[in-house]
């Protein structure tokens, strides 16, 4: 069935450091959706990708949509503490683009 | 804008007594609903969701119900818990305006004793 692969799975960085996560779909996409999830907390909105070879920037987060709409990659410059938590990508399924499949997320750690 | 409750945000309960959580949402007519159940550091699986009052769509077999009783009320439950049911449960609305996408409760952290 239709999956979404997310890499790495942790990722420990020291503060002012990178950090990339990617997405992989097993199918080309209508959009891709990127959500953020503070420890203890639930997972928040950050973005959605709609368009080939799309590029958004937030302040230091920088989200790609791959040129075949299968994959997608979020770049943070510069982490700092309040980047800690784990970030998921999902898109739509191809059956129901109201229902979403959710990849597994990447938790990011983050040293003072 | 859409907001979404969802309560109570912690609950410990005993094996085999049910369970009722509910989900109400404001700012919207007719939104989609979904409940989602985290295990601890996992993904999110979902349960549910709902198109309308009344229509509920399992997404996998189990312990759990749901139910639409309302425009925009959204009720999970389970007449008998099990082990396996602690998780963290998120209901969600689909964003019918602006970037398509999921607003998400604040969750019910559940665990069952």
């Known amino acids: 069935g239709q999956q979404v692969m997310q890499i790495p799975q942790y990722q420990h960085v020291q503060e002012g450091e990178d950090f990339t996560t990617y997405c992989n779909s097993s199918t080309t996409l209508s959009n891709i959706q990127w959500y953020k999830q503070r420890p203890g907390g639930h997972p928040v909105f950050l973005i959605q990708?709609?368009?080939s070879g799309e590029v958004k920037k937030q302040k230091r987060l920088t989200f790609q949509f791959g040129e075949a709409k299968k994959n997608s990659s979020l770049h943070i410059t510069a982490t700092q503490t309040t980047d800690v938590g784990t970030y998921f990508c999902a898109g739509p399924n191809a059956g129901n683009n109201r229902k979403l499949i959710w990849g597994l997320g990447t938790s990011l750690a983050v040293n003072p | 804008s859409q907001t979404i409750h969802q309560w109570p945000a912690t609950l410990v309960q005993p094996v085999g007594s049910p369970l009722s959580l509910e989900c109400t949402v404001e700012?919207?007519?007719?939104?989609?609903l979904y409940w989602y159940r985290q295990a601890a550091g996992r993904g999110l699986q979902l349960l549910f969701y709902s198109v309308g009052i009344g229509q509920i769509s399992s997404e996998v077999p189990q312990n759990l119900s749901a139910s639409r009783p309302q425009d925009r009320q959204f009720i999970l439950s389970s007449k008998k818990l099990l082990l396996s049911d602690s998780g963290f449960y998120l209901c969600?609305?689909?964003?019918?305006?602006?970037?398509?996408?999921?607003?998400f409760g604040s969750g019910t952290r559940l665990t069952v004793v």
């Open positions: 969600a609305v689909f964003r019918d305006r602006g970037p398509r996408g999921y607003t």
């Open positions: 700012g919207t007519s007719n939104p989609n």
């Open positions: 990708l709609v368009k």
